[in-house]
Nanobody, 125 residues
Protein backbone atom coordinates (compact mmCIF):
# COMPACT_ATOMS: atom_id res chain seq x y z
CA UNK A 1 0.00 0.00 0.00
CA UNK A 2 1.37 3.39 -0.99
CA UNK A 3 1.85 5.87 1.82
CA UNK A 4 2.63 9.56 1.41
CA UNK A 5 3.70 11.49 4.50
CA UNK A 6 4.13 15.25 4.28
CA UNK A 7 6.14 17.46 6.56
CA UNK A 8 7.62 20.94 6.63
CA UNK A 9 4.61 23.21 6.89
CA UNK A 10 4.44 26.10 9.30
CA UNK A 11 3.69 29.75 9.96
CA UNK A 12 5.88 32.29 8.18
CA UNK A 13 5.78 35.93 7.17
CA UNK A 14 5.22 37.12 3.64
CA UNK A 15 8.39 36.88 1.57
CA UNK A 16 9.77 33.94 3.53
CA UNK A 17 10.54 30.44 2.30
CA UNK A 18 9.57 26.92 3.31
CA UNK A 19 10.42 23.46 2.05
CA UNK A 20 7.77 20.77 2.13
CA UNK A 21 8.71 17.10 2.02
CA UNK A 22 6.67 14.08 1.00
CA UNK A 23 8.11 10.72 1.98
CA UNK A 24 6.72 7.99 -0.27
CA UNK A 25 6.71 4.28 0.50
CA UNK A 26 5.06 1.01 -0.46
CA UNK A 27 5.79 1.00 -4.16
CA UNK A 28 8.39 1.46 -6.84
CA UNK A 29 7.71 4.92 -8.17
CA UNK A 30 9.64 4.83 -11.43
CA UNK A 31 6.44 5.03 -13.52
CA UNK A 32 4.66 7.50 -11.25
CA UNK A 33 3.95 11.19 -11.44
CA UNK A 34 4.15 12.89 -8.07
CA UNK A 35 2.63 16.23 -7.27
CA UNK A 36 1.38 18.80 -4.82
CA UNK A 37 -2.08 20.28 -4.45
CA UNK A 38 -3.34 22.85 -1.99
CA UNK A 39 -6.67 23.78 -0.49
CA UNK A 40 -7.41 27.11 1.12
CA UNK A 41 -10.38 27.60 3.47
CA UNK A 42 -13.61 27.79 1.52
CA UNK A 43 -11.93 26.96 -1.79
CA UNK A 44 -11.53 23.87 -3.92
CA UNK A 45 -8.36 21.85 -3.91
CA UNK A 46 -6.06 23.08 -6.69
CA UNK A 47 -3.05 21.77 -8.53
CA UNK A 48 0.31 23.32 -7.60
CA UNK A 49 3.10 21.32 -9.25
CA UNK A 50 4.08 17.85 -10.41
CA UNK A 51 7.17 15.89 -11.38
CA UNK A 52 7.55 12.76 -13.49
CA UNK A 53 9.58 10.44 -11.34
CA UNK A 54 11.51 8.71 -14.10
CA UNK A 55 12.72 11.75 -16.04
CA UNK A 56 12.32 14.60 -13.57
CA UNK A 57 10.32 16.86 -15.87
CA UNK A 58 8.00 19.29 -14.09
CA UNK A 59 4.81 21.29 -14.49
CA UNK A 60 3.54 24.22 -12.42
CA UNK A 61 0.38 26.18 -11.89
CA UNK A 62 0.70 29.72 -13.22
CA UNK A 63 0.13 31.14 -9.73
CA UNK A 64 3.34 29.58 -8.38
CA UNK A 65 5.57 29.49 -11.46
CA UNK A 66 8.91 31.12 -10.72
CA UNK A 67 8.39 30.97 -6.94
CA UNK A 68 7.92 27.26 -6.19
CA UNK A 69 10.17 24.39 -7.23
CA UNK A 70 9.33 20.70 -7.13
CA UNK A 71 12.06 18.07 -7.02
CA UNK A 72 12.53 14.43 -6.07
CA UNK A 73 15.23 12.35 -4.41
CA UNK A 74 15.19 8.85 -5.86
CA UNK A 75 17.36 7.43 -3.09
CA UNK A 76 15.17 8.76 -0.28
CA UNK A 77 11.91 8.26 -2.21
CA UNK A 78 11.01 11.81 -1.28
CA UNK A 79 9.40 14.64 -3.19
CA UNK A 80 10.10 18.22 -2.19
CA UNK A 81 8.32 21.49 -2.79
CA UNK A 82 10.44 24.57 -2.23
CA UNK A 83 8.23 27.59 -1.59
CA UNK A 84 9.92 30.98 -2.04
CA UNK A 85 8.60 34.53 -1.91
CA UNK A 86 5.53 33.33 -0.05
CA UNK A 87 2.38 35.43 -0.15
CA UNK A 88 -0.65 35.44 2.17
CA UNK A 89 -2.68 33.92 -0.67
CA UNK A 90 -0.42 30.85 -0.53
CA UNK A 91 -1.98 29.99 2.83
CA UNK A 92 -3.51 26.53 2.51
CA UNK A 93 -3.22 22.89 3.44
CA UNK A 94 -0.73 21.37 1.03
CA UNK A 95 -1.26 17.77 -0.07
CA UNK A 96 1.16 15.37 -1.66
CA UNK A 97 -0.35 13.31 -4.46
CA UNK A 98 0.66 10.34 -6.60
CA UNK A 99 -0.56 9.04 -9.94
CA UNK A 100 0.53 5.58 -11.08
CA UNK A 101 1.24 6.77 -14.61
CA UNK A 102 3.34 9.21 -16.59
CA UNK A 103 1.02 12.20 -16.63
CA UNK A 104 1.30 14.90 -19.27
CA UNK A 105 0.67 18.48 -18.24
CA UNK A 106 -1.18 19.23 -15.03
CA UNK A 107 -2.54 16.66 -12.60
CA UNK A 108 -6.29 16.46 -12.13
CA UNK A 109 -7.56 16.00 -8.62
CA UNK A 110 -10.10 13.39 -9.67
CA UNK A 111 -7.38 11.19 -11.17
CA UNK A 112 -5.08 10.97 -8.16
CA UNK A 113 -4.40 7.44 -6.94
CA UNK A 114 -2.92 8.33 -3.55
CA UNK A 115 -3.07 11.36 -1.24
CA UNK A 116 -1.06 12.37 1.76
CA UNK A 117 -2.68 13.70 4.92
CA UNK A 118 -1.71 17.32 4.27
CA UNK A 119 0.47 19.91 5.95
CA UNK A 120 -0.61 23.44 6.86
CA UNK A 121 1.19 26.45 5.41
CA UNK A 122 0.19 29.84 6.84
CA UNK A 123 1.66 33.07 5.50
CA UNK A 124 1.06 36.23 7.48
CA UNK A 125 1.15 39.69 5.95
Amino acid sequence: QVQLVESGGGLVQAGASLRLSCAASGQTFSSYTMGWFRQAPGKEREFVACIRWSVGSTSYADSVKGRFTISRDKVRNTVYLQLNSLKPEDTAVYYCAAVSAYALGYLRGDRIDYWGQGTQVTVSS
